[in-house]
T-cell receptor, first 112, second 113 residues
Framework: GESVGLHLPTLSVQEGDNSIINCAYSNSASDYFIWYKQESGKGPQFIIDIRSNMDKRQGQRVTVLLNKTVKHLSLQIAATQPGDSAVYFCAENLGGNNRLAFGKGNQVVVIP | DADVTQTPRNRITKTGKRIMLECSQTKGHDRMYWYRQDPGLGLRLIYYSFDVKDINKGEISDGYSVSRQAQAKFSLSLESAIPNQTALYFC????????????FGPGTRLLVL
């Protein structure tokens, strides 16, 4: 699983600080977006989603913001913990056929 | 996610060999997908199936084939493995019917020598 993080942008964050991970998506017609977390040696895990009729959605310690004007998505993690160290990537639903396009991902490293 | 299982978890094979990766799910989802993941390239769709009778090519289907044996099972085959098929392979499922969230298995690490 370690090799997934090679060549990815890396965000180093102090434990307890907030993290912001950004994603630019490609298709202005995309109507659904998902953030996934991938820990070393594991498959991607669903974190939070948002539909295009919303600009903000909150979960437990996570918030997703959607700016359709500039086709930008962000994931905010509050009070980052060591267990948050992972690769995070966004996905967009390209249309009605349920196919997702995935971003390349961002590596988050939490410094204790 | 224990609801989606993949076998084997790791596989080493030689160029020219035929291999099969298997995926099973207990989520009751109709839709299943196979992806490969390479460093720096993200997840790329190989094949997907919306029900037992439905098979569709993804963006990188060349060199691969699939079989949807049942709602719960979707297997990926490499007819004649080549080194550039060395990658992480993930199976995923989704319910469809307005729920587009895909749930992933733990992955298969494949090395083709």
């Amino acid at each position: 699983g370690e090799s997934v993080g090679l060549h990815l942008p890396t965000l180093s964050v102090q434990e307890g600080d907030n993290s912001i991970i950004n994603c630019a998506y490609s298709n202005s017609a995309s109507d659904y977006f998902i953030w996934y977390k991938q820990e070393s040696g594991k498959g991607p895990q669903f974190i939070i989603d948002i539909r295009s009729n919303m600009d903000k959605r909150q979960g437990q310690r996570v918030t997703v913001l959607l700016n359709k004007t500039v086709k930008h998505l962000s994931l905010q993690i509050a009070a980052t913990q060591p267990g948050d160290s992972a690769v995070y990537f966004c996905a967009e639903n390209l249309g009605g056929n349920n196919r997702l396009a995935f971003g390349k991902g961002n590596q988050v490293v939490v410094i204790p | 996610d224990a609801d989606v299982t993949q076998t084997p978890r790791n596989r080493i094979t030689k160029t020219g060999k035929r291999i099969m990766l298997e995926c099973s799910q207990t989520k009751g989802h109709d839709r299943m997908y196979w992806y490969r993941q390479d460093p720096g390239l993200g997840l790329r769709l190989i094949y997907y199936s919306f029900d037992v009778k439905d098979i569709n090519k993804g963006e990188i289907s060349d060199g691969y084939s699939v079989s949807r044996q049942a709602q719960a099972k979707f297997s990926l085959s490499l007819e004649s493995a080549i080194p550039n098929q060395t990658a992480l392979y993930f199976c995923a499922t989704s319910e469809g019917r307005g729920d587009e969230t895909q749930y992933f298995g733990p992955g298969t690490r494949l090395l083709v020598l």
